[in-house]
DNA sequence: TTAGACCTTCCAGTGCACTGGAAGGTCAAG
DNA sequence: CTTGACCTTCCAGTGCACTGGAAGGTCTAA
């Protein structure tokens, strides 16, 4: 498989397959006899791999470790074990702050369903809740005063 | 609340709070008649907020987007309604690809713990593991063999 | 009154993850 | 044999989220 066809299926674009090869993400391929990268099929399940991993929001560097320890299959010492334990640890550390951030928002989803929708009415109001401190030198200070009693953590 | 104090309470650098409000995340605090930022004691929750929901992913223009949600309060036209379940959506997505991960991860915890750690004394090849790519013009393509058995998706 | 810690604004630089574009080679169809 | 789609490398630019530093004002403690 080329690199365009690999970019179709996978939905990455051939530009970045290139800086993923370049970052040590993805091995380099072997190559035609013109010097075109022909990729194998696992390709694409790596890609599909390193999108999810990033829409979760693990950085490059994450996920080449991950990949790493992956591609290592064979010398499992103590040490890749920790490492495995240390990403485990980080990715529910993510989740978990995926979680509250979840429940602010469904919290946010219970005010916004209490009150009347038909009190808005005016399409401007919505337009200045999703374009906040684009109209400075307002006369309140800005700060929502909703129940916050003293700080957690 | 000066600025420092708040940095220092909330672990977020009095620079990066700045930038915080000239982006939009937090409103322009009152300033005493110095003209020093006097931050409410909400400040370290939103800080903390802002910083759950970045650790989870999000990047500032969504967070953005979310406080600006809850700080309308009292407007919630449908439109608000219709942005807050993006967002709920948006979040379940990124925990899928969370779990998605965290299961390639569990997986490979698996094959280590199979494996005898034994077989590992050497610690050159825990250092290849962890930094691939570092030693180019390898002999082998690199691709690693392990069965997936075609493309998935 | 002066040192030192803290604050202010403004502007420039950094690292990550791409992304665009130039300049040129390859290949199948017309 | 040429057109057009595809590929190659290399280098430069972008957007996001900071981060550092200069130049200067404020405040407390010795």
């Given at each position: 498989m080329r690199i365009g066809e690999l970019a179709d299926v996978s939905g990455v674009p051939s530009k970045t397959i290139r800086y993923y090869e370049q970052a040590g993400l993805i091995p380099e391929p072997p190559r035609t006899s013109s010097g075109y990268r022909d990729y194998p099929d696992e390709a694409t399940t790596r890609l599909t791999f390193i999108r999810d991993a990033q829409h979760a929001g693990l950085t490059l560097a994450e996920i080449r470790g991950i990949l790493a320890l992956r591609d290592s299959g064979q010398a499992p010492c103590d040490h890749v074990g920790d490492l495995i334990q240390q990403h485990l640890a980080e990715i529910n550390r993510r989740m978990a702050e995926l979680r509250k951030t979840r429940t602010a928002l469904r919290e946010l989803a219970q005010r916004a369903a209490e009150t009347?929708?038909?009190?808005?009415?005016?399409?401007d109001i919505c337009r200045i809740i999703s374009t906040?401190?684009?109209?400075?030198?307002?006369?309140?200070?800005?700060?929502?005063?909703?129940?916050?009693?003293s700080a957690s953590r």
């Open positions: 009347d929708p038909a009190s808005c009415t005016d399409t906040p401190n684009r109209h400075r030198d307002e006369r309140t200070s800005g700060w929502p005063g909703h129940s916050t009693a």
